[in-house]
Structures are given as C-alpha cells and as structure tokens.
C-alpha cells in the first residue's frame, strides 16, 4: 500500500470502504471491487479512467477531498465525491453515457451517405473517431513496440493492444 503519496486518499478511501481492493503502480492506482473486469485507475498527473469488462474506458479529472476521500470529475463536467452517499465505487457495467444538451434543430441535417462517427462510451470494435484516436495515440506512447495505426477506428488491433497494455500493467 502507498505511504505518503498522492494516492493517499484513495488508500484510505479503501480501507474504509468493505470489499475495495486497491492496487499501487509506478505512477498509478487502481480500485476495484469483486470483479477486476470493472475498475478505477487513478493516475498521478490527476487523471482517471474507468473501465469495464476489461474495453470500456471513460475518463476525467480526479482530486483528493480530504484525508479519506476523493472527488472524480468527468470529461464533461459532471462531479462526484466519495463522501455522496450516492457514490458508487464499482463502474456499472450498463451504465449510460454521459448526455450532452444540444441545440434544438429548426433544419433537417444534410443527408451523408459516409458513416457518423461514433465513439461515445463506452469504446468497443466498431467505434470510430476523435476518443478513439486518443487511445491509439495513448497505447502507442506506452507500448511503443509494434505500433498501432492512429485512424480513430476501434478495431481488433487496437482491442489487442488495449489488452496487451492491461496485462502489462498487471490490471487482467
């Protein structure tokens, strides 16, 4: 376990907390409860990303708030703190993707025979765009052996390498 690190709201968070578990790496942390499949890495350049089922990732901002607690911010804003009884430690498997609200249409959208890109979360095969090529830009800073082509389409390459990543950190 850490000692007197960044990470130590997050540890004590844990130990509070019945059936955490809490792992520390270099320059990380995870969380996770019953199933490593779904966890929370807490990085020390204050970002996190939240995974489940070993593909899903979303990501943001992350803060101690306090001694034994944190906060998470999401990427589009939203907050949550530890101390909310609300708080769930565990990503849910079927949770649903953030909702932006958008302008009202008053025109019908131009009709596009080119696919739309799509890579709300959670990113799987198939997604496509600008998230996507922030994890292939991402896998190939950490495993820079046999990089991966930086298109922003999640295909079984880029699945592989997330996998491999993974393994290499220990988290499956």
Not at 136 to 164: A, C, R, W
Request: charged letters at 30%; a negative charge.
């Amino acid at each position: 376990m850490a000692k007197n690190t960044k990470f130590d709201c997050i540890e004590n968070y844990v130990k509070k907390t019945a059936g955490t578990k809490f792992y520390e790496h270099a320059d990380s942390v995870v969380m996770w409860r019953d199933n490593i499949k779904n966890y929370w890495q807490f990085f020390k350049d204050d970002q996190w990303i939240k995974v489940v089922n070993n593909l899903t990732m979303e990501r943001g901002n992350w803060e101690c708030d306090g001694a034994d607690g944190f906060i998470i911010i999401s990427r589009m804003g939203k907050t949550w703190k530890t101390s909310d009884p609300n708080w769930k430690d565990t990503p849910e498997e079927t949770a649903e993707p953030e909702q932006t609200t958008e302008p009202e249409q008053t025109t019908e959208p131009e009709q596009t025979t080119e696919p739309v890109a799509d890579d709300s979360f959670p990113l799987k095969v198939g997604k496509e765009g600008p998230n996507v090529v922030k994890l292939q830009k991402f896998l190939n800073d950490k495993i820079p052996s046999n990089p991966l082509t930086v298109n922003g389409k999640f295909d079984e390459k880029t699945k592989n390498k997330l996998i491999e990543y993974q393994k290499k950190e220990g988290i499956i």
